[in-house]
């Protein structure tokens, strides 16, 4: 379901905190992404990207659920984002984060990464690693509060554009250090910041 909009932006339900109140992040729930989301996934997907994953691509990842966690950004009955995760042994890859375009710069990407960077450790998860845009600033900067650090450049890597991706890592995801980490970045959001 798509939020109504008017010159603003989105106008939200009375029971969904407004953005400029700096509720929206406290409001936000994360379920496992299911059948019934791909069609407001793939619509997020296709508002965000050049070359967008089909659902076709979305139930492939689906299917594999021993290695794979996919999960949606929901503020009440609106579908709002969505991220995935890769394991491969002690590794896990951030494969997407995305984030409806209508809510970006609410603090749904922190709230969905941190949900990933929680979860992870207890499925074998030792580190992550992901690939961001190299001129995409603002989420390199959000990766960045989470630990992960530049190590690469993979070339070319979005051939729509020929755009480089940085390839970030953030390594013993799995101590307490990181844990503090994560707490940290969950007291921001709790306080709007």
Same mark, same amino acid.
């Given at each position: 379901?798509?939020?109504?909009?008017?010159?603003?932006?989105?106008?939200?339900?009375?029971?969904?905190?407004?953005?400029?109140?700096?509720?929206?992040?406290? $409001?936000?729930?994360?379920?496992? /992404?299911?059948? =019934? !989301? *791909?069609?407001?996934? %793939?619509?997020?997907?296709? @508002?965000?990207?050049?070359?967008?994953?089909?659902?076709?691509?979305?139930?492939?990842?689906?299917?594999?659920?021993?290695?794979?966690?996919?999960?949606?950004?929901?503020?009440?009955?609106?579908?709002?984002?969505?991220?995935?995760?890769?394991?491969?042994?002690?590794?896990?890859?951030?494969?997407?984060?995305?984030?409806?375009?209508?809510?970006?710069?609410?603090?749904?990407?922190?709230?969905?990464?941190?949900?990933? $960077?929680?979860?992870?450790?207890? /499925?074998?998860? =030792? !580190? *992550?690693?992901?690939? %961001?845009?190299?001129?995409? @600033?603002?989420?390199?900067?959000?990766?960045?509060?989470?630990?992960?650090?530049?190590?690469?450049?993979?070339?070319?890597?979005?051939?729509?554009?020929?755009?480089?991706?940085?390839?970030?890592?953030?390594?013993?995801?799995?101590?307490?250090?990181?844990?503090?980490?994560?707490?940290?970045?969950?007291?921001?959001?709790?306080?709007?910041?």
């Amino acid at each position: 379901m798509a939020p109504a909009w008017d010159d603003e932006g989105p106008t939200l339900p009375d029971d969904i905190p407004d953005a400029d109140a700096g509720g929206v992040a406290g $409001a936000v729930r994360i379920v496992p /992404l299911r059948r =019934r !989301h *791909l069609r407001t996934v %793939v619509q997020i997907e296709e @508002a965000n990207y050049p070359r967008p994953w089909t659902s076709t691509v979305f139930l492939s990842e689906l299917a594999q659920r021993r290695s794979r966690r996919y999960t949606v950004a929901t503020i009440g009955p609106l579908i709002v984002g969505f991220s995935g995760l890769m394991i491969v042994s002690e590794d896990g890859h951030i494969t997407t984060l995305t984030v409806d375009p209508a809510w970006h710069r609410r603090g749904i990407g922190t709230v969905l990464l941190l949900d990933q $960077a929680r979860a992870a450790p207890a /499925l074998g998860v =030792r !580190h *992550l690693t992901l690939e %961001v845009r190299a001129s995409n @600033a603002p989420a390199q900067l959000l990766y960045q509060r989470f630990g992960f650090a530049p190590v690469g450049v993979r070339r070319n890597y979005y051939p729509e554009t020929g755009e480089d991706a940085i390839v970030m890592w953030a390594r013993d995801i799995d101590t307490a250090d990181y844990a503090r980490r994560l707490a940290d970045i969950d007291a921001l959001l709790g306080s709007g910041s």
